[in-house]
């Protein structure tokens, strides 16, 4: 891999009129880039960051390396100019090559970081390119139905697999959801990207909003330690919804997810309750839960206490047809199925210290002979 240090002070050197107010660069389709190796095809996307575009090989550097081949895709996430930013691009960087060069065969589907060069004021990171994102692909292939058991088994093998080498490294991605989850042309292949939230899990700052809400694990709401087992919430969670073409925890906020949370787990440890930082913001000095509604008539929050025991929604419930309908299923079909919710059920445990890892996960009988 081929990584080119910025200019230290290139964020100093914006050229009038290139970005726009909130410091993206304008991209124009067919801009060269990178003293004529790269050309701007198409404008993918923009995140908090950054924003991505594909673009061809116009030239050779080096000696028949695969990111040289002229004519060949590629994306590059430009971002944004401002020196925080600058430095989420230096950290993504730093964290990509050290995933990167502890998978030198490209077995554990994270995202290869091809080459960093600097583009008036902007850090440029150079990736493969790939065809579109699992949130695409639910909507083109299952949406509102989900995806067949044998994509999201394929899929779920793969993402353990890119768990287990961010295990390994101790690197916590921190937003792993169908949109940084990208799929080859024959949507065969998957690839973990987006690593700007990422981190080393000593790192871990207590901030509620740490992760895309819907895939926000408990201990990120409730403001206790957290480590790579986050992760593992979030893909438990992007899980059953390539399986459902729903969304699991669809909370409004923090405080409406733990409430979807509780329905579905049952209720969150006193233990863990009393250690939160945000504890105030959600339980009584007794531990109930204060749901914050909004009143029908006012439209104005109120505050509603809630006692909370047993899940009243849970996943199998969810998940396994009734009886009547087992009847008429095939007896391996029934199996699957059964597994693929113990396996939704250990990736989402409240209790952290109990969810699964990425190693117990692809031992288990759900994946075993993936």
């Known amino acids: 891999m081929e990584i080119i240090k910025p200019k230290k002070n290139a964020v100093l050197d914006v050229v009038d009129n290139v970005d726009d107010t909130d410091g993206y660069y304008r991209i124009t389709p067919g801009e060269i880039l990178d ?53 989420v691009g230096r950290k993504e960087v730093a964290i990509l090559k050290q995933l990167n060069d502890a998978d030198p065969d490209d077995k554990k589907h994270i995202v290869r970081l091809e080459h960093v060069f600097d583009h008036r004021g902007h850090m440029c990171l150079v990736t493969e390119s790939m065809s579109m994102n699992l949130r695409d692909v639910i909507k083109r292939f299952g ?9 999201v088994r394929a899929y779920a093998h793969q993402l353990f697999l890119s768990l287990s080498l961010m295990k390994k490294c101790n690197i916590v991605h921190a ?18 990207c987006d690593f700007g939230s990422a981190s080393d899990a000593s790192e871990g700052e207590i901030t509620p909003y740490l992760v895309s809400r819907f895939y926000r694990a408990p201990e ?9 087992a986050i992760d593992i919430w979030s893909v438990g969670c992007t899980l059953y919804e390539l399986y459902t073409g729903k969304i699991l925890f669809p909370g409004r906020s923090n405080n409406h997810m733990l409430l979807l949370m509780m329905e579905t787990k049952g209720k969150i ?18 531990n109930d839960f204060i749901s914050i509604e909004t009143d029908k008539i006012t439209g104005q929050a109120v505050a509603k206490t809630l006692v909370i025991s047993k899940p009243t929604r849970d996943l199998r419930s969810r998940l396994v047809p009734p009886s009547s309908v087992q009847l008429k299923m095939k007896d391996d079909e029934l199996k699957q199925l059964l597994h693929f919710v113990d396996l939704l059920e250990k990736c989402t445990q409240l209790d952290a210290s109990r969810r699964i890892t990425p190693r117990e996960a692809l031992l288990h009988p759900f994946l075993a002979s993936a």
């Open 175 to 192: 937003d792993i959801k169908p949109d940084n989850i990208l799929a080859s042309e024959n949507k065969g292949l998957l690839k973990v």
């Open 143 to 151: 949406k509102d139905v989900g995806l067949n058991m044998r994509a």
């Open 35 to 87: 003293d004529g190796r790269y050309q701007v095809t198409i404008t993918l996307g923009k995140g908090m960051f950054s924003a991505v575009v594909k673009a061809k090989v116009l030239k050779a550097v080096g000696q028949e390396r695969r990111q040289d081949v002229v004519g060949r895709e590629v994306a590059i996430k430009v971002i944004r100019s401002q020196e925080a930013m600058y430095s």
């Open 269 to 286: 440890s006193h233990r863990h309750i009393k250690k939160a930082t945000f504890r105030d913001m959600h339980f009584d000095e007794s």
């Open 220 to 228: 990120i709401i409730l403001g206790l330690p957290y480590d790579t």
